[in-house]
């Protein structure tokens, strides 16, 4: 059982969405998500997250190797794959490129029930995104994730999507829009229309970004 696999990607499939990976002279076929093998570069060091399947679509009943750029990555294709009927690693695959973006808002849209996020922020099908929300809200991953009770989710959410749209990291922006949001009083009973308040917001946000730098 692979638990990581560190080394130079010496080649990209785009056809099968796997890379090959050079650890001390042995090649490491990897599947990844579409939007992984666009990120990663020939001669590059990369470090995966691996999860190992007996078998699947690119190896005939051979064991499979799939990487993740992150371990939160990981434990969401794990969650996809295991806790979703008719979901395997392919289908995974693209439900994770569909929220690897903003893996943050992804969470809070599970653990707060938000199916408005789930098919206006990342795509999915309403229908799709009930069983979603059925299958992984009771999960300790998704349980976890913590944001002040008080705040406007969706609010919180519009704004963290407008900043990674902007190119921002998530990391870099979630502390700062919850005190932006705290400061201003924007709780979950709010009454302005949602747009609205996100022109408001959005230049304090940024200000409070460009001084932080």
Same mark, same amino acid.
């Given at each position: ?53 007996? !078998? ?60 408005? !996020? ?8 309403? !229908? ?9 809200? !009771? ?75």
């Amino acid at each position: 059982m692979y638990s990581y696999i560190e080394g130079k990607v010496v080649e990209k499939n785009i056809e099968k969405n796997l890379c090959i990976v050079e650890v001390n002279n042995i090649g490491y076929e990897i599947v990844v998500s579409e939007t992984t093998l666009k990120q990663i570069d020939i001669s590059e060091i990369k470090k995966f997250y691996i999860v190992e399947i007996s !078998s699947g679509l690119y190896s005939s009943g051979l064991p499979t190797l799939y990487g993740f750029l992150s371990k939160e990555e990981k434990q969401i294709f794990i969650a996809f794959k295991d806790n979703l009927s008719n979901v395997g690693p392919k289908k995974a695959l693209e439900y994770l490129d569909k929220v690897k973006k903003n893996i943050t808002e992804f969470k809070l849209a599970i653990k707060t029930k938000n199916y408005k !996020s789930l098919t206006s922020l990342f795509g999915f099908k309403h !229908s799709s995104a009930e069983k979603i929300i059925s299958a992984l809200s !009771s999960l300790e991953l998704f349980m976890k994730e913590e944001i002040k009770e008080s705040i406007n989710i969706e609010i919180y959410t519009d704004l963290l999507s407008a900043l990674t749209n902007l190119g921002y990291k998530e990391q870099q922006i979630k502390n700062i829009v919850e005190k932006i949001l705290t400061q201003n009083k924007i709780v979950l009973n709010d009454a302005m229309e949602t747009q609205d308040l996100i022109s408001q917001l959005l230049p304090l946000v940024l200000k409070e970004l460009s001084s932080a730098k």
